[in-house]
């Protein structure tokens, strides 16, 4: 069975930092797309951090060099550091999970569509305020 769970989020100021956890369980971590997505108020959730299928993570331009996406040595942790935090850094944060696109014996994790991921932990919520 299939597990994603998010924690760590909070309430901090503008400019603080924060590192989000996602406790992972049920899934071969080598061949899952994994990805961190935000969710605010009135908009579509938007994947700020992802891995591509050999784990080099790819940021949405929105938190590019503020945040930095790791997995632990055992492959059961997946963590999102964001530093220099925004107002607009603002709501729910959620990892999720997808099958990888295979094609000719090659697989890739390219999605960042919401739709695409399967699985979703109950999500973090940010708040960031002055």
């Known amino acids: 069975q299939v597990h994603l769970v998010e924690y760590g989020g909070g309430s901090v100021q503008i400019g603080g930092s924060l590192t989000l956890s996602c406790a992972v369980s049920g899934y071969t971590y080598s061949t899952t797309c994994w990805a961190w997505f935000r969710q605010t108020p009135g908009k579509q959730r938007e994947a700020v951090a992802r891995y591509d299928y050999a784990d080099n993570p790819v940021y949405a331009d929105s938190v590019k060099g503020r945040a930095t996406m790791s997995v632990d040595t055992a492959k059961t942790t997946l963590q999102l550091r964001m530093t220099s935090l925004k107002a607009e850094d603002t709501g729910m944060y959620y990892c999720?999970?997808?099958?990888?696109?295979?094609?000719?014996?090659?697989?890739?994790?390219?999605?960042?569509?919401?739709?695409?991921?399967?699985?979703w932990g109950q999500g973090t919520q940010v708040t960031v305020s002055s």
């Open positions: 999720a999970a997808a099958r990888p696109f295979c094609t000719l014996g090659n697989c890739y994790c390219t999605s960042h569509v919401e739709r695409d991921f399967a699985d």
